[in-house]
T-cell receptor, first 115, second 115 residues
Framework: GENVEQHPSTLSVQEGDSAVIKCTYS??????FPWYKQELGKGPQLIID?????GEKKDQRIAVTLNKTAKHFSLHITETQPEDSAVYFC??????????????FGTGTRLTIIP | NAGVTQTPKFQVLKTGQSMTLQCAQD?????MYWYRQDPGMGLRLIYY???????DKGEVPNGYNVSRLNKREFSLRLESAAPSQTSVYFC??????????????FGEGSRLTVL
């Protein structure tokens, strides 16, 4: 089965700086890579996702890059703000053939933005 | 906009007691999921229901049962609680089709402690 490793487990950055979270996956069949953000006391919420037919996707201050050859993908947050403080989860699956029941999550990164 | 509603939010049980976690969604989603979240282990799928009338085991189903009561509701039952089931439980839903994005919508979680 799929195995997703996520690093670092904790990350502190100064407000305004950039943050990068990295994930690696093991199953070459995986083709869908979402990122979820979990604020304190809340459930995770999808913030961005990427499919294996593209190498990069951006949405305002958030971007995700994918390297299929190396089997790793990364979340980049630029110009960080206090509201970016949260736990971030990466995930991988072969979509749509397997659906969310095969979605494998990383272990999470607690991001703290220092004012 | 209620989205995914879980009850109860907090529960303390003694070993061997039983309880049911309730989940309801008002987004007309067809697929529903139960995850558990433990420190350093990310989100792990317990059971899922791809459509009304069907349920299947996920990654960690032992000690749990589920019922898809109707299209809106999906409950998780612990028949004989064990300390290893101390966790935060999340219900999630999505509208699953071959062309859907697969975005999961999560509830706010139920924190369960088994003494």
């Amino acid at each position: 089965g799929e195995n997703v490793e996520q690093h670092p487990s904790t990350l502190s950055v100064q407000e305004g700086d950039s943050a990068v979270i990295k994930c690696t996956y093991s199953d070459s069949a995986s083709n869908y890579f979402p990122w979820y953000k979990q604020e304190l006391g809340k459930g995770p919420q999808l913030i961005i996702d990427i499919r294996s037919n593209v190498g990069e996707k951006k949405d305002q201050r958030i971007a995700v890059t994918l390297n299929k050859t190396a089997k790793h993908f990364s979340l980049h947050i630029t110009e960080t703000q206090p509201e970016d403080s949260a736990v971030y989860f990466c995930a991988a699956t072969a979509f749509p053939n397997f659906g969310n029941e095969k979605l494998t999550f990383g272990t999470g990164t607690r991001l703290t933005i220092i004012p | 906009n209620a989205g995914v509603t879980q009850t109860p939010k907090f529960q303390v049980l003694k070993t061997g007691q039983s309880m049911t976690l309730q989940c309801a969604q008002d987004m007309n989603h067809n697929s529903m999921y139960w995850y558990r979240q433990d420190p350093g282990m990310g989100l792990r799928l317990i059971y899922y229901s791809a459509s009304e009338g069907t349920t299947d085991k996920g990654e960690v189903p032992n000690g749990y049962n589920v019922s898809r009561l109707n299209k809106r509701e999906f409950s998780l039952r612990l028949e004989s609680a064990a300390p290893s089931q101390t966790s935060v439980y999340f219900c999630a839903s999505t509208f699953r089709t071959s062309g859907s994005s697969g975005e999961l919508f999560f509830g706010e979680g139920s924190r369960l402690t088994v003494l």
